[in-house]
């Protein structure tokens, strides 16, 4: 009888304890969080450490040599220019990425024939994967068999021996570079922002156009600021997926012409896998820390405004 | 007998259920149940018809000749493995891939038990076990290891072989024949003052010359190749950088004034595969890389084959210096689990490489001489027209190659050079105008002191 009655009130606790909105959002959170712990933070100490030590590729330790390799690193005029275009890359992308979005997605929002198809085509390229998609950008900008290049010579826009060189000129490499980042990125946006318009309630429109809002005036004064908060955060992933990818340089450029398109993650590895320098690649990889960090916050904090709203 | 043991299928009906089950629960446990103990004997049956008891697990790449891993994967590697009672397991990827994936599984300290690069990584010393054990071996059946070999995988300051090469890949100049004879220069590029006063006419042609000046291997190679022949080396024979000299000056003028006269500007965004294909599309008069061109002709176009010939390295100031074009070297890890038979392995296959050479189209040439006899005669017999056009390749490894940081020895800080591009980087700024010869002499000699200074530190040089 006597034990009958205490394994119903282990029972009953356990039911209490899982009504406890403080034990079951940690359960329910703990697995997310040891997930980040293991999988990113993890590595995360690890680079920092390495960065702190002479390690070479094949180890995972070294001799302590402090702020050696940072200092190193910044010395080399490649880095400095991995760091340039880094922010470059990502800037110019980004706001390539923000303005076509912005433009198709509202063209989206019209009634036109056809629609699913075309949002179907322009969301290909964010399914594809980037390893794959990037390989096919390569053979249009390739050296001998550009179809860019075809083309503008079969209509003589350019010069038959020395057409351009769109991943051997540093200028146009770069500008290769941005395309593909930018083209790989607008779905992603465009997704988000048609999510954005969407919310925008029907009433809302109804007394824009009431109060003679129309077009240019309404897209500034009602859809804009509405469309910030959901466009902020299309930008901030943006950011994260430029800044952190090394896909589309290794594969389009390897970092050439003459290390002119080198991003840090590409560097990176160059120096710290191909190199061998593996503390150096480290201290390289962390320069983009910062970056980072200040982006994840402004992300926190969109977040949290966009729940309170 | 055996109609009597046959099961009655009529006879079915008549058994319970239960019956049923119990028989054929019976059945499956002899069944599973001998077969189980037989495994436990002899272990898991890797053969149809023999149990193998070790496993040796190899990583290379996909070899530019197909046959080659076709032979290797399916007749040396079965039937050394049925001689030794272990199987064999290679498995192959792209050499561009190569790198990264030494490097993850030398941090992980696992993987398979020996990795087959492209070239020496030097910076892996550690990883791996001493291969000295395997140069004794061959040695004392075939002679000497080639001095090209000796200086890429040996580190003579921790006196250690960091790998084993069991072959390296001559790297002659291809030049197409009718269109250097259309110019007038039908002797072909014998030296870099012939190249640069033919280059004009060829470009005139829309044949120009291709030396890559690009973020890939082939720029690297040719690019070296071509600073030693006009006598400017990366590092001297006691590994100190000597690049800020005249002779380096002398080799970036000469490559920035060919590039103008007789190059175009594709040569900045080459890819490993560029100057094939470039040369394949009959665009180029001239290219450097090994016997890869020449074989893809005479596999795709015959025509084309025909008019590609190969030859030496041309001859400049200081001579005609070329490098290897591959040092196919084979470390084995000292976390490798098969390492006896590891050793084992590579001091027999290159031991009898006759096959190895004959299979790879002449592209694998033995670390060891001995191990193929008769070279020059196999290299006459190939059948492609014009016939006897690969005797050359015979002259090209006996006098013309050497390794990458000759007069020194490779090391690490020769690696993260060549990986990290500087040389064709340097280059390539200079071709472009972007700074001058004496100026990329002294700056890039500085960069190449900071990485030197790096490894010296780690004791590695």
């Known amino acids: 009888m006597a034990t009958v009655a205490a394994s119903g009130r282990t029972r009953r606790r356990r039911r209490n304890l899982l009504e406890s909105r403080r034990f079951l959002a940690t359960a329910l959170i703990a697995p997310a969080v040891l997930f980040i712990l293991v999988l990113v933070g993890g590595p995360l100490l690890l680079a920092m450490y390495l960065s702190l030590t002479d390690a070479v590729g094949g180890t995972l330790g070294g001799e302590w040599v402090g702020f050696d390799n940072f200092l190193n690193a910044w010395r080399d005029p490649n880095f400095r220019r991995a760091l340039r275009n880094t922010l470059l890359f990502t800037i110019v992308s980004q706001a390539i990425v923000l303005l076509c979005a912005g433009l198709i997605a509202h063209a989206l929002t019209r009634p036109i024939r056809g629609k699913w198809l075309l949002r179907f085509l322009i969301i290909l390229p964010w399914a594809a994967p980037v390893p794959l998609s990037t390989i096919g950008w390569l053979w249009i900008y390739d050296s001998l068999f550009s179809v860019v290049n075809w083309v503008a010579k079969q209509l003589h826009l350019v010069d038959q021996f020395n057409p351009p060189q769109w991943l051997g000129d540093p200028t146009l490499a770069l500008g290769a570079v941005i395309s593909v980042h930018a083209w790989r990125i607008i779905p992603f946006a465009v997704v988000i922002f048609l999510a954005g318009l969407a919310s925008i309630p029907s009433e809302v429109e109804d007394a824009a156009k009431v109060d003679g809002a129309v077009g240019l005036k309404k897209f500034w004064y009602v859809t804009l600021p509405l469309q910030l908060p959901i466009a902020t955060v299309a930008l901030l992933f943006g950011i994260v997926f430029t800044a952190t990818d090394m896909t589309v340089v290794y594969i389009l450029t390897q970092g050439g012409p003459f290390n002119s398109t080198q991003m840090l993650t590409s560097w990176a590895f160059f120096t710290g896998i191909r190199g061998g320098s593996l503390g150096e690649g480290a201290a390289v990889s962390l320069y983009l820390l910062p970056l980072l960090v200040v982006v994840a916050v402004l992300m926190l904090r969109f977040a949290r405004k966009v729940e309170v709203t | ?461």
């Open chain 2, 1 to 461: 007998m055996a109609d009597k043991e046959r099961v009655d299928v009529s006879k079915l009906d008549e058994l319970s259920r239960r019956d049923l089950i119990k028989r054929a629960g019976a059945g499956v446990i002899l069944v599973y149940g001998g077969l189980g103990a037989h495994g436990v004997a002899y272990g898991a049956p890797k053969y149809r018809q023999k149990e193998l008891a070790g496993t040796l697990r190899i990583l290379q790449w996909s070899h530019f000749v197909p046959a080659y891993d076709k032979w290797f994967d399916n007749v040396y590697t079965k039937a050394w493995g049925r001689a030794n009672d272990t199987e064999v397991i290679v498995d192959h990827i792209n050499q561009a891939d190569l790198p990264a994936r030494v490097a993850a599984e030398a941090a992980a300290g696992r993987g398979h038990d020996m990795v087959a690069t492209l070239a020496p990584l030097p910076q892996y010393e550690d990883r791996v076990i001493n291969h000295k054990e395997i140069v004794q071996a061959v040695t004392r059946k075939r002679g000497k290891m080639k001095d090209v070999a000796y200086r890429s995988c040996y580190n003579p300051k921790t006196k250690k072989y960091f790998g084993f090469p069991d072959s390296y890949a001559p790297d002659p100049v291809n030049w197409r024949r009718d269109y250097w004879q259309e110019v007038g220069f039908g002797g072909g590029p014998t030296s870099w003052d012939v190249v640069k006063r033919a280059a004009p006419k060829l470009r005139e042609n829309n044949r120009p010359i291709g030396i890559g000046m690009s973020n890939e291997i082939d720029s690297n190679m040719a690019l070296m190749a071509l600073m030693m022949c006009f006598g400017s080396f990366i590092q001297s024979r006691g590994h100190r950088v000597t690049l800020n000299t005249k002779k380096t000056v002398e080799v970036l003028k000469f490559a920035r004034d060919l590039f103008r006269s007789g190059m175009s500007n594709e040569i900045f965004a080459w890819t490993a595969a560029s100057n094939n294909q470039g040369f394949l599309a009959g665009r180029l008069s001239l290219a450097l890389n090994a016997i890869s061109i020449p074989r893809s002709a005479e596999l795709s176009n015959r025509d084309l084959a025909d008019k590609t010939m190969i030859a030496p390295i041309p001859k400049g100031p200081n001579g005609r210096l070329g490098l290897e074009h591959v040092m196919h070297t084979y470390m084995v890890w000292n976390f490798a689990e098969n390492k006896r038979m590891a050793v084992k392995f590579l001091a027999d296959l290159e031991t009898k490489y006759v096959g190895a050479f004959e299979n790879s189209k002449f592209y694998n040439f033995p670390a060891f001489p001995k191990s193929v006899p008769n070279i020059p005669v196999r290299l006459a017999r190939d059948s492609n027209t014009p016939k006897g056009k690969y005797k050359v390749l015979g002259t090209i490894s006996e006098k013309y190659t050497k390794n990458v940081g000759y007069p020194g020895f490779t090391n690490a800080a020769i690696g993260e050079i060549f990986d990290t591009y500087l040389i064709p980087q340097m280059f390539a700024e200079v071709a472009q105008g972007r700074r001058t010869p004496e100026e990329a002499a002294r700056d890039y000699h500085a960069r190449l002191g900071t990485i030197y200074a790096k490894w010296r530190r780690r004791g590695k040089i």
